[in-house]
């Protein structure tokens, strides 16, 4: 767990919303639910700015909703007793299985040499690779790591400009968020709490249903809006070979070891579990756990693979999950609510889903974390606009919009992870999160609420 050293001023005053809530009373409410409120408040303010260990302030704010929230401890504690934990849990050590064994990089290399001829076409395996490990990778992390290096170490031995590097090793990351949303697998973290804040559970063909189609168009989007923001061109690379992509590649061809066929057949059967979880009435949790227990009896996880799940993580998480329940026990949500209301359209306006859009990005904005904006904005619209648009929709809404556009790398983790690496710069991402600024109130309007209208979900 790392320490972050609290910034004494910042620090004073956030401790002060707490109190200072007590005094000024917001939304009418009385003491104890002003304090409640003000201490979310100062928490979400020290998961957006990280002036002190995120650890730390969850633990703080569990601590105040279970000794003066008012409310069951089964409510704040939901998360880690629900099947969200066992399928986030799972997921780590599947993706520590298929990292692990090598079987991820051999799947990239078997087709990254017939992309690997210009930049354009690289970046369009960037989003190829996402959907495929997307299926058999839970989490986008992993997926990132062994992607990306394979992008640097060829690109280094190439004529491509810095320009167009940047703009590759960026569509690595950025085809990765895309691509999570298409199975309800695919980031099972953000996934899950898009259902999770809205108390909500889906099956693998429902999530397919509803988000597959959608997010394969705004994923097009992305890819359009990287080729033309930093004019990839289509041009071939000098000196390149196929039958190697310049870096060795024709070694993804030796046979497969022990391990990574005992992984690919696990992995390919949690699939079809997962897929077919409507026939045999078996959670994707569950079947998840056990995936989990076959790769342990088959040796091929640990139990020194028990370190890939977060603890930190898991704890955030159940921070986040505990802010729905506890604000609606208090009847705090039902304030807040009305002045949500208050900043969108009528639902009979033709702006009342772009409205939506701009309230979840202006969020975004300001909180940074995509997990912290959702746990703020999935609770309050989904019952502002119940009347509307069922909950669980709301919470696949907001969901969608924090994905696909942020601005800085602070405002999605994956992205983090890439810009931390030098990869690319804070410019480039601010550049692509502007275009996608503009396309998301059009993705919402005109593609993803109508698509839901089609299938009979509103």
């Known amino acids: 767990m790392q320490w972050v050293a609290p910034r004494p001023i910042l620090a004073l005053a956030t401790f002060c919303l707490p109190f200072g809530a007590m005094v000024l009373r917001p939304l009418e409410l009385d003491i104890a639910r002003s304090f409640l409120?003000?201490?979310?408040?100062?928490?979400?303010?020290?998961?957006?700015?990280?002036?002190?260990?995120?650890?730390?302030?969850?633990?703080?704010?569990?601590?105040?909703?279970?000794?003066?929230?008012?409310?069951?401890?089964?409510?704040?504690?939901?998360?880690?007793?629900?099947?969200?934990?066992?399928?986030?849990?799972?997921?780590?050590?599947?993706?520590?299985?298929?990292?692990?064994?090598?079987?991820?990089?051999?799947?990239?290399?078997?087709?990254f040499g017939r992309f690997a001829a210009s930049p354009?076409?690289?970046?369009?395996?960037?989003?190829?690779?996402?959907?495929?490990?997307?299926?058999?990778?839970?989490?986008?992390?992993?997926?990132?790591?062994?992607?990306?290096?394979?992008?640097?170490?060829?690109?280094?031995?190439?004529?491509?400009?810095?320009?167009?590097?940047?703009?590759?090793?960026?569509?690595?990351?950025?085809?990765?968020?895309?691509?999570?949303?298409?199975?309800?697998?695919?980031?099972?973290?953000?996934?899950?709490?898009?259902?999770?804040?809205?108390?909500?559970?889906?099956?693998?063909?429902?999530?397919?249903?509803?988000?597959?189609?959608?997010?394969?168009v705004v994923t097009l989007a992305s890819y359009v809006a990287i080729v033309g923001l930093f004019r990839v061109s289509n041009r071939r690379f000098s000196g390149y070979e196929a039958s190697t992509g310049g870096s060795g590649l024709s070694g993804a061809f030796a046979p497969l070891s022990i391990r990574e066929k005992t992984v690919a057949l696990v992995a390919v059967a949690l699939v079809a579990a997962w897929m077919s979880g409507s026939v045999h009435?078996?959670?994707?949790?569950?079947?998840?756990?056990?995936?989990?227990?076959?790769?342990?009896?088959?040796?091929?996880?640990?139990?020194?693979?028990?370190?890939?799940?977060?603890?930190?993580?898991?704890?955030?998480?159940?921070?986040?999950?505990?802010?729905?329940?506890?604000?609606?026990?208090?009847?705090?949500?039902?304030?807040?609510?009305?002045?949500?209301?208050?900043?969108?359209?009528?639902?009979?306006?033709?702006?009342?889903?772009?409205?939506?859009?701009?309230?979840?990005?202006?969020?975004?904005?300001?909180?940074?974390?995509?997990?912290?904006?959702?746990?703020v904005a999935i609770p309050a619209l989904a019952i502002a606009t119940a009347d509307v648009i069922p909950p669980e929709l709301v919470g696949l809404l907001v969901y969608s919009v924090i994905t696909m556009q942020y601005v800085l790398p602070v405002h999605h983790v994956t992205i983090m992870m890439g810009a931390g690496k030098g990869y690319y710069g804070q410019r480039d991402t601010v550049a692509f999160g502007l275009v996608m600024a503009l396309v998301m109130p059009l993705y919402v309007t005109f593609i993803l609420v109508p698509w839901w209208r089609l299938v009979g979900a509103v």
Not at 38 to 67: D, E, N
Not at 69 to 75: I, K
Not at 155 to 167: H, I, Q, V
Not at 300 to 328: H, K, W, Y
Request: one cysteine or more.
């Open 37 to 111: 409120l003000g201490t979310l408040a100062q928490v979400v303010i020290a998961w957006a700015s990280g002036y002190t260990a995120r650890t730390v302030a969850s633990l703080w704010l569990i601590a105040v909703f279970l000794f003066v929230g008012n409310a069951p401890v089964a409510l704040v504690l939901a998360f880690p007793l629900s099947e969200n934990f066992l399928l986030i849990a799972s997921a780590f050590l599947l993706a520590a299985a298929v990292s692990g064994s090598g079987l991820s990089t051999r799947l990239i290399r078997v087709a």
């Open 120 to 216: 354009r076409a690289m970046i369009g395996f960037s989003f190829v690779a996402g959907t495929i490990l997307s299926v058999f990778i839970p989490q986008p992390f992993p997926r990132v790591i062994v992607l990306s290096s394979l992008y640097a170490s060829y690109l280094a031995g190439t004529d491509c400009n810095d320009r167009e590097r940047r703009a590759l090793l960026l569509s690595v990351f950025v085809a990765s968020t895309g691509t999570s949303m298409l199975t309800l697998t695919g980031d099972v973290v953000l996934n899950g709490a898009a259902l999770g804040l809205t108390g909500s559970s889906m099956t693998y063909l429902r999530w397919a249903e509803l988000m597959l189609v959608p997010s394969l």
């Open 281 to 375: 009435g078996v959670s994707a949790a569950w079947c998840g756990i056990i995936a989990v227990a076959v790769l342990f009896a088959l040796k091929a996880i640990s139990f020194r693979d028990l370190r890939e799940i977060d603890p930190a993580l898991m704890l955030f998480l159940t921070a986040a999950f505990s802010i729905g329940p506890t604000l609606a026990s208090n009847g705090i949500a039902e304030r807040l609510n009305d002045a949500v209301l208050l900043a969108l359209p009528g639902a009979s306006s033709p702006w009342y889903f772009p409205g939506m859009v701009v309230v979840v990005m202006g969020l975004h904005l300001v909180l940074g974390s995509a997990l912290t904006t959702m746990s």
